[in-house]
């Protein structure tokens, strides 16, 4: 699967946990709803953060943890992030609104945070930006209330 149209889970209220696919490139506007219909989510599964990082996620809505609020890589909860090398760029809205990420290891690889990428990471506190990123999006780092060091 490398896709999830828009809608796809609109109305499913009772839907407490998905897992996607490392191959998931893509998933659409409100995949999860509108207005927070999908208010019983509350686990994402992941296999491959990498992966993750690459999705396009079409508004902020098309992402799972704007209602899931945890997120979990392997089974173990996501709170101190690490992006593997390699990754070059981490898409708009990736990791918006994840309550639970205290920390970022970026690696050397990485060129680009897209917009929104950590907007509302209300728990993160600190971030060491590498040498050779080029670009950061508008509102990466909007409403992280907690970050008090980020290093360029």
Do not use: Q
């Not at 990485?110 to 600190?126: H, N, V, W």
């Amino acid at each position: 699967m490398t896709e999830i149209a828009s809608h796809a889970f609109d109305g499913c209220t009772w839907l407490t946990s998905i897992t996607l696919p490392k191959s998931l490139r893509k998933i659409g506007e409100y995949a999860f709803g509108r207005y927070h219909e999908c208010k019983n989510l509350s686990e994402v599964h992941i296999s491959d953060v990498a992966a993750w990082c690459e999705i396009e996620f079409e508004v902020d809505d098309s992402n799972p943890l704007r209602y899931a609020k945890k997120l979990y890589l392997n089974e173990d909860l996501v709170e101190n992030l690490v992006i593997p090398e390699g990754v070059t760029e981490i898409a708009s809205h990736a990791f918006n609104d994840y309550m639970w990420l205290t920390s970022i290891t970026l690696p050397k690889s990485l060129r680009k945070i897209g917009e929104y990428a950590f907007y509302g990471c209300g728990y993160l506190s600190e971030i060491i930006i590498p040498e050779g990123l080029t670009e950061i999006g508008e509102y990466a780092f909007h409403w992280c209330k907690r970050l008090i060091s980020i290093t360029l």
